[in-house]
């Protein structure tokens, strides 16, 4: 929950003086309820408190899910990401775009990415490591230091 994730910023972000702070959050909001207007408010809290200590941020956006949870609509997590997509072309942050990266033909996640329909498994998250690592090069505007795995 991203309210929760703001609260541990301090301890879990700042109080660590990381260089870059890469934010994926949203998708439990979603599926509890949460207005976007909400989840949105502490995305962008989350990128303040870290703008603000020099730290650059980096939000991505909320994964599609398998069509084995109805509950939670595509189009409301497209609504999400275009939200994030707009905050980091404003200049705020760098935009990770992990959703148009994971979907299948039929605009969702396809099911051997998520064992539970919804949080990426091994497969899932080596197909996510290169996007982020080009976006976190990308932000630190250095050359690759890590090598990239390849999906």
Same mark, same amino acid.
């Given at each position: 929950m991203t309210i929760q994730m703001l609260g541990r910023m301090k301890a879990d972000v700042i109080d660590l003086h990381p260089r870059a702070v890469l934010i994926l959050a949203g998708i439990n909001d979603i599926s509890r309820g949460t207005p976007l207007s909400v989840i949105e408010n502490n995305l962008w809290m989350m990128s303040q408190l870290a703008r603000t200590n020099n730290i650059k941020v980096l939000i991505a956006s909320v994964l599609p899910v398998t069509t084995q949870l109805p509950e939670l609509p595509i189009p409301? !997590? =497209? =609504?999400?990401?275009?939200? !994030?997509?707009?905050?980091?072309?404003?200049?705020?942050? $760098?935009? $990770? &775009?992990?959703?148009?990266?994971?979907? &299948?033909?039929?605009?969702?996640?396809?099911?051997?990415?998520?064992?539970d329909g919804l949080h990426p498994n091994s497969q899932g998250y080596r197909m996510m490591a290169? !996007?982020?690592l080009s976006a976190i090069d990308q932000a630190l505007e250095a050359q690759p230091s890590v090598p990239r795995p390849t999906p």
């Amino acid at each position: 929950m991203t309210i929760q994730m703001l609260g541990r910023m301090k301890a879990d972000v700042i109080d660590l003086h990381p260089r870059a702070v890469l934010i994926l959050a949203g998708i439990n909001d979603i599926s509890r309820g949460t207005p976007l207007s909400v989840i949105e408010n502490n995305l962008w809290m989350m990128s303040q408190l870290a703008r603000t200590n020099n730290i650059k941020v980096l939000i991505a956006s909320v994964l599609p899910v398998t069509t084995q949870l109805p509950e939670l609509p595509i189009p409301t !997590i =497209q =609504q999400l990401n275009t939200w !994030i997509q707009n905050l980091c072309q404003s200049g705020s942050c $760098v935009y $990770v &775009d992990y959703f148009s990266r994971m979907l &299948d033909g039929s605009g969702y996640l396809p099911p051997e990415l998520a064992n539970d329909g919804l949080h990426p498994n091994s497969q899932g998250y080596r197909m996510m490591a290169p !996007i982020a690592l080009s976006a976190i090069d990308q932000a630190l505007e250095a050359q690759p230091s890590v090598p990239r795995p390849t999906p």
